[in-house]
């Protein structure tokens, strides 16, 4: 029986014998978990042969790897694929394929097949290990391929991943989940919960310590429950202090936390250890208990805040940002005033908010909803005011302070880069772009409701 690494070698014979070397081309929707995966199918494909092109015109094969989270993205999706029928038109021998969370809905898989004959592949995100079966039958047999496999088989190898960033890296320590929250796809297109071994997350974090990463992000649908059914006992806290254990200059992230099983354990992690950005992204998605519990979000917001207050114990202006749902099913403004009232109590540094998106296979999905999109489009602008009013009061404490930020990006302020601080803060500074992907010591100078901007003084 031939493996996945056969396939790659088919491939790549075949990619061998053309006269110039095929490109491929890939874009990641939606979260950093796609962002990864997408990083491992590029890996594939120039393990198969292709080279890497941010053209689509010149693209010999094209892959869109799909979110699933919100109907936004995936109508985004949809424009995106309709825009390549003229491209296959132009190139009959261009092959086209989707793969990533929406495609691991049948519904969905089935309205691409129906619906745009231009796609040559769909698999989802439980057939990685075929991607390479797949791309080969669909050159050799110019047949369109479909693969949802329900059963998802563990690949044992360690894949080559071809990362976006020289300096910034993303390493998943688990995926899937288990909390089956009732609004949320998740646990339906990426499974249940499976933590990578500690051997293993640590071994790929040397790696890029010793290559010189500056920032590394942990990724898990709920990093706090890293190490649940593995044979080896440990919990999340601990892999952070094996991490913050390794040689290197480099930083640590980490999304997402679930606010059930963040504990005071983790909060003194976070604190104790140097690598660790003072930081936390805790997502409340709202602060009716009534709502939470219509959710099956399976914590209080009593609850909620007593992580917050811990952590604030110990640094007062220690750094939260947050997603916020607003206008669940039946939600009333009573409900959507107490989730105003924990965001003014808690003092986000940023939030992440998005008005309810029915995703079909939830439970969620099933609820009768009385409350008219007007309404929640007027809350949502409620609350979009009340976090600038917060943002520009509350980065008001940095005036003044050295706060370390790696610079990533040139800024949209001409003549200035911007980057993050531990704090997950935009930075901005008059710099030149050489200094994008190094880490400097910040003075800040002026506080806005979006951003800080500041001196470079290293």
Known sequence: MLTYKDYISKVKNINLKRETPPLCYLHSFG????????????GLLVDMGYGVTGDLRSADIIIYNTCAVR?????????????????????????????GCMMQQKH??????????????IFGTFALNEFPKLLFEAITNKKRICEITENYTENQEEYNIVRNSSFKASVPIMNGCNNFCSYCIVPYVRGRERSRNSSSVLNEIKQLADSGYKEIMLLGQNVNSYGRGLDEKIIFPELLRKINGIDGDFKIRFMSSHPKDATQELIDTIIGCDKI?????????????????????????????EIVNYARSKIPDFSFTTDIIIGFPNETYEDFLQTMQIVRQ?????IYSFIYS?????????????????????????????????STEHYKRFNGRILSVLFDAESKTEGYISGKSDEFIIVESKADKTVIGQRKSVKITRTFNWALQGEIID
């Open 108 to 121: 969905i898989a089935e309205k691409v097949q129906k619906t745009y004959k231009q796609v040559d592949i």
């Open 277 to 305: 950005c003072k930081h936390l992204h805790l997502p409340l998605q709202s602060g009716s208990n009534r709502i939470l519990k219509a959710m099956n979000r399976q914590y209080t917001i009593e609850q909620y805040m």
């Open 71 to 99: 109907e936004n993205a995936e109508m985004k999706v949809f424009g995106c694929v309709g825009e390549l029928k003229h491209l296959k038109e132009q190139n009959p021998e261009l092959i086209i394929g989707l793969c």
């Open 358 to 390: 029915k995703r079909e296979g939830t439970k969620a999905a099933e609820f009768e909803d009385f409350t008219s999109f007007e309404d929640k489009s007027r809350w949502m602008r409620e609350l979009l005011q009340a976090q600038r009013e917060i």
């Open 31 to 42: 979260c950093q978990q796609n962002v990864s995966d997408g990083e491992k199918i590029t």
């Open 346 to 350: 808690v003092k986000y540094d940023n």
